[in-house]
């Protein structure tokens, strides 16, 4: 959905080191999550927010932080990379407007070496 | 705690065949439901879901999904198979209670339209 992108769409890290992905919508959406997937595990919840000045983890959230910087911009950091970590992160958001169903940004595409 | 079960990972069909992804549930209280679908390299995108009312949800692309209570599934149908339909389909669930509830996803059922 063009209304949510991600950036980078894929990145290669070491062991380590610390990277951030970045989130942006212009849906207009109040509500944004950070989720994780991984094959055979469906999508895991790290962080989600429901506006700039409420932040909340979700099942999964060691090893990563967030930050909404904005209504439309919520970033993921992972603080010190692990190749566990290797997965596929999605941004989504929803609103009041959209009846509980989350837009799902195209996704990051993160190796951890 | 709420869950999704999808007990296919893989579903083939042979073009122009109805097909059926299966979905179970299990919640607390009254479910919201929904279904998703993954292209290759893309995010999920939304395709129906229950809330409330006729148990029969359409959904785009001429997909729909039934809503069965008493046997709490919400398996996703469509009378008629495209090879443009293959892709990763999720299901996912959150209790109706007030306030947050976190959204549950499936693991997903890999469809396979057979030309």
């Known amino acids: 959905d063009a209304d949510v992108t991600q950036t980078p769409r894929n990145r290669i890290t070491k062991t380590g080191k610390r990277i951030m992905l970045e989130c942006s919508q212009t849906?207009?959406?109040?509500?944004m999550y950070w989720y994780r997937q991984d094959p055979g595990l469906g999508l895991q919840l790290i962080y989600y927010?429901?506006?700039?000045?409420?932040?909340n983890k979700g099942e999964i959230s060691d090893g990563y932080s967030v930050s909404r910087q904005a209504q439309a911009k919520f970033s993921l950091s992972l603080e010190s990379a692990i190749p566990n970590q290797t997965a596929l992160y999605f941004c989504?958001?929803?609103?009041?407007?959209?009846?509980?169903?989350?837009?799902f940004g195209p996704g990051t595409r993160l190796l951890v070496l | 705690a709420q869950s999704v079960a999808q007990p296919e990972d893989q579903v083939n069909v042979a073009e122009g065949n109805p097909l059926t992804v299966k979905c179970t549930y299990s919640?607390?209280?009254?479910?919201?439901l929904f279904w998703y679908v993954q292209y290759p390299n893309r995010g999920l995108q939304f395709l129906l879901k229950?809330?409330?009312?006729?148990?029969l949800v359409k959904g785009s692309y001429g997909f729909e999904a039934e809503f069965n209570k008493s046997q709490t599934s919400f398996h996703l149908k469509k009378p008629s198979a495209l090879v443009s339909d293959s892709a990763l389909y999720f299901c996912?669930?959150?209790?109706?209670?007030?306030?947050?509830?976190?959204?549950?996803f499936g693991t997903g059922t890999k469809l396979q339209v057979i030309p």
């Open positions: 989504a958001t929803s609103g009041s407007t959209s009846g509980e169903t989350q837009y």
């Open positions: 849906k207009g959406h109040d509500r």
């Open positions: 927010s429901f506006d700039v000045k409420d932040i």
């Open positions: 919640v607390s209280g009254n479910p919201y």
């Open positions: 229950y809330i409330t009312g006729d148990n």
């Open positions: 996912a669930v959150r209790d109706k209670a007030g306030g947050y509830q976190k959204v549950t």
